[in-house]
């Protein structure tokens, strides 16, 4: 089970400030990765479609 209340807040000690979503997005898809190797994380996954408007998770997960 990850623990994501610590992850946050050790990426908060490492990191104080973030350019931009993105940038943010990729330290704590790192930061995931790290804590679970395994892991098969995606970031902005196109989940379904309502009314011709894409939806998109800002990251993905799967696990068993």
């Not at 998109?56 to 696990?63: A, E, H, K, Q, R």
Request: proline content about 3%; hydrophobic content about 50%.
């Amino acid at each position: 089970m990850l623990d994501f209340d610590g992850l946050m807040a050790s990426l908060a000690d490492r990191r104080k400030v973030f350019h931009s979503e993105a940038d943010f997005q990729h330290a704590l898809a790192w930061c995931i990765q790290q804590a679970m190797p395994e892991s098969q994380i995606r970031l902005e996954v196109d989940v379904l479609q309502i009314e011709r408007r894409r939806r998109f998770l800002d990251i993905w997960l799967p696990v068993e």
